[in-house]
């Protein structure tokens, strides 16, 4: 999702709240306003955690990603060591 479009969400967000603030619901209104409001705060939420994941896989530069693989080999190396002990044993 586009950066402008998770903040015309926030915007309606913060219309919703405005509003709410206001009294311009009625009573009959409030349980579906709620519902949608609720709808809306997951969409929000979903967005801006996969910005940040995806904000964070950025970020990663050559040396963490070399720093991780020569780690994965390493724990490989140790579970072969491992396996080949116990077959002499």
Known sequence: ???EDLKLLIDIKQIF??????GCWKLDELK????LYEGLCN???HYEEQAEKTQQEETRGPIE???EQV???NEK????????MDEVD
Do not use: A, P
């Open 1 to 3: 999702m586009e950066s």
């Open 17 to 22: 709240q405005l509003s709410q603030s206001r």
């Open 32 to 35: 579906n306003v709620g519902i």
């Open 43 to 45: 969409i929000i939420k």
């Open 65 to 67: 990603t070399i720093i």
């Open 71 to 73: 780690e994965d080999n």
């Open 77 to 84: 190396k140790e579970e072969i060591e491992i396996e080949e």
